[in-house]
């Protein structure tokens, strides 16, 4: 991917070939064709000077390329409470994308390398959590990212292959990730981790309902399994108020004989109301 530091990132290869196999199974227009060639010429041009060029200037050519610098940032609170903040100066020659189990996309997994928390120890041995950072100073001209796919499989004790694939689109945009736009992804990703611990908190929610007590089946597949036992001499049954939502398993209420009250409403629950209520009630 070549970069710049005005913030943006083309995804092309070295050639065109390498860039349609990179794309995937898009079909490369005139346009894309053009713009591959055109970095693909500069890039040559680059590297050709960097082989004729006098050995001290070597090592700038080749940072020029591949190198970028960066500032590390740890924030932490010490024992009387004080946020404090330690930067220290970061070079790099490419990124690391964490893979998962599931699909991501490029943003995502570089918003997990730059970004992350463990346990710390200060100057005066007082034991903490700290987050740490990574601002961009200057992209490199060549940006370089390295997906981290291996992950040790304690039970079968070996290395495994995470295939869950990475997402990459043609442009990839690095404002977010420059020191000089600290303050507002700094506000951006509060609101995201605001909304994410939101979200797992609604699919936690959701999961008890669709997997009712770690099992495969749903809280109402659940409730009729159990009326069909231990409840067959149930009187009244009520479950308003609830999220339930699909079809109530009427199958299994026939088994409960001596059921008088059932109690259904504010539910999403679909179907028609069986018979069986009504020879229920008799």
Same mark, same amino acid.
């Given at each position: ?11 092309? *290869?070295? @050639? ?6 990179? %794309?995937?199974? /898009?079909?490369?227009?005139? #346009? !894309?064709?053009? +713009?591959?060639?055109?970095?693909? *010429?500069? @890039? ?6 960097? %082989?004729?060029? /006098?050995?001290?200037?070597? #090592? !700038?050519?080749? +940072?020029?390329?591949?190198?970028? *610098? ?213």
């Amino acid at each position: 991917a070549k970069a710049g530091t005005g913030g943006a990132a083309g995804s092309a *290869a070295h @050639t065109p070939a390498n860039a349609a196999h990179l %794309l995937g199974d /898009e079909a490369l227009t005139r #346009s !894309d064709e053009a +713009k591959l060639l055109r970095a693909s *010429a500069e @890039t040559q041009r680059t590297y050709r000077a960097a %082989l004729h060029a /006098e050995p001290d200037d070597k #090592s !700038d050519f080749v +940072k020029q390329l591949f190198h970028g *610098a960066a500032v590390n940032e740890i924030s932490y609170r010490d024992e009387n409470g004080k946020e404090c903040l330690q930067a220290r100066d970061h070079s790099f020659e490419f990124l690391s994308l964490p893979v998962g189990d599931h699909a991501a996309d490029l943003y995502y997994a570089l918003d997990q390398f730059v970004t992350s928390d463990a346990d710390f120890t200060t100057g005066s041995q007082y034991r903490t959590r700290a987050e740490t950072c990574l601002w961009m100073k200057r992209l490199p001209s060549v940006l370089m990212f390295h997906e981290q796919r291996a992950r040790y499989d304690k039970d079968a004790k070996q290395f495994v292959k995470l295939r869950a694939p990475l997402k990459f689109s043609k442009t990839i945009y690095m404002d977010r990730y420059l020191m000089g736009n600290k303050k507002e992804t700094t506000e951006v990703r509060q609101r995201v981790k605001g909304l994410r611990e939101q979200l797992q908190r609604v699919q936690s929610e959701a999961d008890g309902i669709t997997a009712y007590n770690g099992t495969p089946q749903s809280l109402v597949d659940a409730l009729g399994a159990v009326l069909v036992g231990e409840l067959a001499a149930l009187r009244e049954l009520k479950l308003d108020h609830n999220a339930f939502d699909g079809v109530l398993p009427w199958a299994h209420l026939a088994n409960v004989t001596q059921l008088r009250v059932l109690t259904l409403s504010h539910n999403r629950l679909g179907g028609t109301l069986s018979s069986l209520v009504g020879e229920l009630a008799a």
